[in-house]
């Protein structure tokens, strides 16, 4: 998953990406900051923020960890707010983003050929390829 917002100049900002038990979009409030999208197959558990509180009060070791899902997710935004204040050059080199790749991402694999082959369409070109432009 991935939670994102649109700003009205159209610019789309990206909050974070979620992988398989995570827990997401617990905020303060009555309206979200930031929208989800599923960028592959997934399920989502929706469960009603009064229920999650209610299931705190009731169980030390869910309010411990409500605590602590909230300190890490803190954390996770510092980090990123400073993150923005970064060149284009000193974020493509932050080792902590380096880190989180490496943590989340599978053996490295040859990408699919170009074009589609069975369908009759051959490649343009190699990539990066070329770009439609309109004259």
């Given at each position: 998953m991935r939670?994102?917002?649109?700003?009205?100049?159209?610019?789309?900002?990206?909050?974070?990406?979620?992988?398989?038990g995570d827990l997401f979009g617990l905020e303060v409030g009555a309206e979200h900051q930031?929208?989800?999208?599923?960028?592959?197959?997934?399920?989502?558990?929706?469960?009603?923020?009064?229920?999650?509180?209610?299931?705190?009060?009731?169980?030390g070791d869910v309010a411990r960890w409500l605590w602590s899902f909230t300190a890490g997710e803190l954390s996770r935004v510092q980090k990123h707010m400073l993150i923005l204040?970064?060149?284009?050059?000193?974020r493509v080199a932050w080792p902590?983003?380096?880190?989180?790749?490496?943590?989340?991402?599978?053996?490295?694999?040859e990408p699919p050929s170009m074009g589609a082959a069975a369908a009759g369409y051959a490649p343009l070109c190699e990539a990066?390829?070329?770009?439609?432009?309109?004259a």
């Open positions: 939670t994102y917002k649109i700003f009205d100049d159209g610019r789309r900002q990206i909050g974070a990406f979620y992988f398989p930031f929208s989800a999208e599923a960028i592959d197959k997934c399920v989502v558990l929706v469960v009603k923020r009064r229920v999650l509180i209610a299931f705190a009060d009731s169980d204040i970064k060149s284009a050059e000193d902590e983003l380096a880190a989180w790749l490496a943590r989340h991402s599978g053996a490295t694999a990066p390829g070329i770009y439609v432009s309109q």
